[in-house]
């Protein structure tokens, strides 16, 4: 049950006149932020905590000790990448498997600052200033900044990678610069960005997060996922040894030219960070036990509440800590695939929702702690509750004729069971809908007119999920659904993931906390339905939801957003492309007791990996010294 990460866009679609007043300039967010000047920081609605004389982040410990190893496996990724096994270093690129954090490898122009909701600060780019029109971004590269090779990083690069990875790119990268229309080196520490117009006001903050490749490696070997050999960074790590779909080291660069800047100060404390990769969780457990794996999360129910009485936690080595999830959106749900007839009619994917009985699921095999997600916006102020207020009908009355009467009500929310397992007013709903969607009861089967099964099958990865949706299976049969679970190896559930190949598929995904067109583009509109490797797996494709997507695009401040947002989820919660699931307020954290970390948690983020460091006085003591 892992998270992966996100990263899209479409012209404006006129919303009416209530709504269209809406629609802002591309750059008007940014008015707090001026044009014609040289700034060191960008935010979507122009507010910055740090000034530019700011030394170092709140959230990090300047005092850091550096060295030790971190072994450890990630809770989230993104891209191609898996964290079960790979098959290239190339994380970038929409086929074949990665592994996790290889972006650590590589530099951006700026930054995320993780205590505000979505400021970005300069690495690679000293300063960025905005054209009169909003539509141009002129950074000034760092004159330091060098690749692990030792040769320069300049404005060719960056100009090379914008290109590369609009034209190449995995979605994640590709679509947020479908509206860029040129990168130009105008020297050798000049980039210039030119936007053609249609680009939302916030899609800059996703591309300056982008990796900066280098032009003389990717001139020399091919951009695609046949490469085994470790790229060219400029990051603080550089890949180390390797073992090819087993494990990862990532070294630190010594002589790393960034190491000073103070985006930078407080973090990357590790001499080398090691990531295994296990397509068995009880390996998976077994190796932490041991001690081979220093820090992972849990997120197995049964395990969390049983299973840590082993003796390195008696022993007080190990400690089990929860630590607050991040104040962003998420989506943990089961995806309906829309390309595939039989799930089109919105009815067949309410019945199939009402056979998972989360209750029973709860109580069984989550011991209780998780809660039962309700929008693809959870843990966040954009999940709708009650009636749309009258900005969020100001956007959903031009669009009546083409979104669920059910929008308009009470936001839409999963059934309660009667936590039996097999709860008969809800199966008989069940029931009663896939009739009224043309699937008949005949025999053990619901058939259509043509006399063709309902089928439905589930495809997971993981053993520990065809534990949890056996039940789910039973159900539907139950209702004459010819259902059944397909468990795949981690390859073959890349693969088909990528090319829309099932027919059911869960996925948990966090927003940014500033969500963008761009970052909805790839989960919910009609463009990326067909883009293979893109976040819509349910295959969502109506106009309604593009122009909500584009009234997200153009808000023009937080309050705006939050109504586009909440409007959006109310169409996605009524047309159920997605199933919700469930969802954790915390990270269920365990570590041997080695390391230090910042007492105050960054709201918007939790990379441990660069935050953390080793105390070697703990080390010691539990024998890690």
Same mark, same amino acid.
């Given at each position: 049950m892992g998270r992966q990460k996100l990263l899209p866009r479409r012209d404006f679609l006129a919303l009416g006149t209530a709504a269209a007043a809406t629609a802002l300039l591309p750059g008007q967010v940014f008015a707090a932020i001026p044009t014609g000047v040289k700034v060191h920081g960008l935010s979507a609605f122009g507010d910055l905590k740090y000034k530019p004389d700011f030394t170092h982040f709140d959230y990090v410990n300047v005092d850091a000790p550096q060295g030790g190893t971190f072994n450890f496996l990630p809770f989230n990724w993104g891209a191609n990448q898996t964290p079960l096994t790979f098959s290239t270093l190339n994380s970038f690129v929409p086929k074949g498997d990665a592994p996790q954090r290889m972006e650590m490898c590589f530099d951006q122009l700026m930054v995320r600052a993780l205590d505000e909701p979505d400021?970005?600060?300069?690495?690679? $780019?000293? !300063? +960025?200033?905005?054209?009169?029109?909003?539509?141009? =971004?002129?950074?000034?590269?760092?004159?330091?900044?060098?690749?692990?090779?030792?040769?320069?990083?300049?404005?060719?690069?960056? $100009?090379?990678?914008?290109?590369?990875?609009?034209?190449?790119?995995?979605?994640?990268?590709?679509?947020?610069?479908?509206?860029?229309?040129?990168? +130009?080196?105008?020297? %050798?520490?000049?980039?210039?960005?030119?936007? *053609?117009?249609?680009?939302?006001?916030?899609?800059?903050?996703?591309?300056?997060?982008?990796?900066?490749? *280098? &032009? $003389? @490696?990717?001139?020399?070997?091919?951009?695609?996922?046949?490469?085994?050999?470790?790229?060219? /960074?400029?990051? $603080? #790590?550089?890949?180390?040894?390797?073992?090819?779909?087993?494990?990862?080291?990532?070294?630190?660069?010594?002589?790393?030219?960034?190491?000073?800047?103070?985006? !930078?100060?407080?973090?990357?404390?590790?001499?080398?960070?090691?990531?295994?990769? #296990?397509?068995?969780?009880?390996?998976? @457990?077994?190796? =932490?036990?041991? /001690?081979?794996?220093?820090?992972?999360?849990?997120?197995?129910?049964?395990?969390?509440? %049983?299973?840590?009485?082993?003796?390195?936690?008696?022993?007080? &080595?190990?400690?089990?800590?929860?630590?607050?999830?991040? &104040?962003?959106?998420?989506?943990?749900?089961?995806?309906?695939?829309?390309?595939?007839?039989?799930?089109?009619?919105?009815?067949?994917?309410?019945?199939?929702?009402?056979? @998972?009985?989360?209750?029973?699921?709860?109580? !069984? =095999? =989550?011991?209780?702690?998780?809660?039962?997600?309700?929008?693809?916006?959870?843990?966040?102020?954009?999940?709708?509750?009650?009636?749309?207020?009258?900005?969020?009908?100001?956007?959903?009355?031009?669009?009546?004729?083409?979104?669920p009467p059910e929008t308009f009500g009470e936001a839409v929310t999963q059934a309660v069971s009667n936590g039996s397992g097999r709860d008969r007013?809800?199966? /008989?709903?069940?029931?009663?809908?896939?009739?009224?969607?043309?699937?008949?009861? *005949?025999?053990?089967?619901? +058939? !259509?007119?043509?006399?063709?099964?309902?089928?439905?099958?589930?495809?997971?990865?993981d053993e520990a999920f065809v534990q949890i949706y056996s039940p789910w299976v039973d159900n539907m049969k139950a209702v004459g659904i010819d259902a059944s679970i397909r468990l795949v190896d981690a390859a073959q559930y890349q693969l088909r993931q990528n090319t829309f190949d099932y027919d059911l598929i869960s996925a948990a995904f966090s927003f940014t906390a500033t969500p963008t067109r761009d970052d909805l583009e790839i989960f919910f509109h009609s463009r990326s339905a067909s883009v293979s490797g893109s976040r819509n797996l349910p295959g969502t494709s109506s106009p309604a939801i593009d122009a909500l997507i584009d009234a997200v695009g153009a808000a023009k401040d937080r309050e705006s957003l939050t109504a586009a947002m909440r409007a959006l989820d109310r169409v996605l919660r009524a047309r159920r492309d997605w199933i919700p699931s469930w969802y954790l307020a915390n990270h269920r954290s365990a570590y041997w007791d080695m390391f230090g970390f910042p007492e105050q948690k960054p709201d918007f983020g939790f990379p441990v990996e660069a935050l953390w460091w080793v105390d070697k006085g703990k080390a010691t003591r539990i024998g890690k010294g």
């Open positions: 400021a970005v600060y300069g690495l690679i $780019a000293e !300063n +960025v200033m905005i054209s009169d029109d909003r539509n141009g =971004f002129t950074f000034s590269l760092r004159p330091q900044a060098r690749f692990h090779d030792g040769t320069p990083l300049t404005a060719e690069d960056a $100009a090379f990678t914008f290109k590369l990875l609009k034209d190449k790119g995995h979605p994640d990268y590709s679509l947020p610069l479908t509206h860029l229309e040129d990168a +130009v080196a105008v020297d %050798t520490h000049t980039l210039k960005l030119k936007f *053609s117009g249609k680009q939302t006001s916030r899609t800059i903050l996703n591309v300056v997060q982008m990796p900066i490749l *280098s &032009k $003389a @490696f990717y001139t020399a070997n091919p951009f695609d996922s046949s490469q085994m050999n470790p790229p060219l /960074g400029s990051g $603080a #790590y550089k890949v180390g040894r390797w073992s090819a779909g087993a494990w990862i080291e990532y070294e630190r660069v010594a002589d790393y030219w960034g190491n000073d800047l103070v985006v !930078n100060r407080g973090q990357n404390n590790f001499e080398r960070i090691r990531i295994e990769s #296990y397509q068995n969780r009880n390996a998976a @457990f077994e190796a =932490f036990k041991k /001690g081979e794996i220093l820090y992972r999360e849990e997120s197995v129910s049964r395990v969390w509440a %049983t299973g840590y009485d082993f003796p390195a936690v008696t022993a007080g &080595k190990v400690v089990k800590h929860e630590f607050p999830a991040e &104040k962003v959106p998420s989506m943990q749900a089961t995806a309906v695939n829309q390309r595939r007839e039989q799930f089109r009619d919105s009815r067949v994917r309410q019945a199939i929702g009402l056979c @998972f009985d989360f209750e029973w699921t709860r109580r !069984n =095999f =989550f011991y209780g702690s998780y809660e039962r997600s309700q929008s693809c916006f959870e843990k966040s102020d954009f999940r709708a509750e009650g009636v749309p207020s009258p900005q969020e009908l100001a956007l959903l009355e031009p669009l009546r004729n083409q979104i007013q809800l199966l /008989g709903k069940a029931v009663k809908l896939l009739a009224e969607a043309g699937w008949k009861r *005949s025999g053990d089967f619901a +058939v !259509n007119d043509k006399g063709g099964r309902l089928s439905a099958e589930i495809l997971v990865d």
